[in-house]
């Protein structure tokens, strides 16, 4: 599972997500990220509201909520 399954930022915060090499980050939202295996990537949120994500192989769920 992501840890934490939930994470509040406010609007223009940047996320960073480190993955290990089996596990990946794919928004729910076709093309919104992608954080890749076994990489450290970095999404800025500008627009407040609510995104989705999983990884592919293990169908984990997380999501990033912006305010």
């Known amino acids: 599972m992501f840890v934490p399954m939930t994470t509040t930022i406010s609007a223009g915060q940047i996320v960073q997500f ?14 919104q990220f992608r954080a890749n295996f076994g990489a450290s990537t ?24 912006v305010q």
């Open 18 to 31: 480190t993955m290990p090499g089996s596990h990946n980050a794919v928004s729910d939202t076709a093309g």
């Open 42 to 65: 970095c999404y800025r949120f500008d627009v407040a509201g609510s995104y989705p994500f999983h990884c592919e192989p293990h169908l984990f769920t997380g999501t990033i909520v």
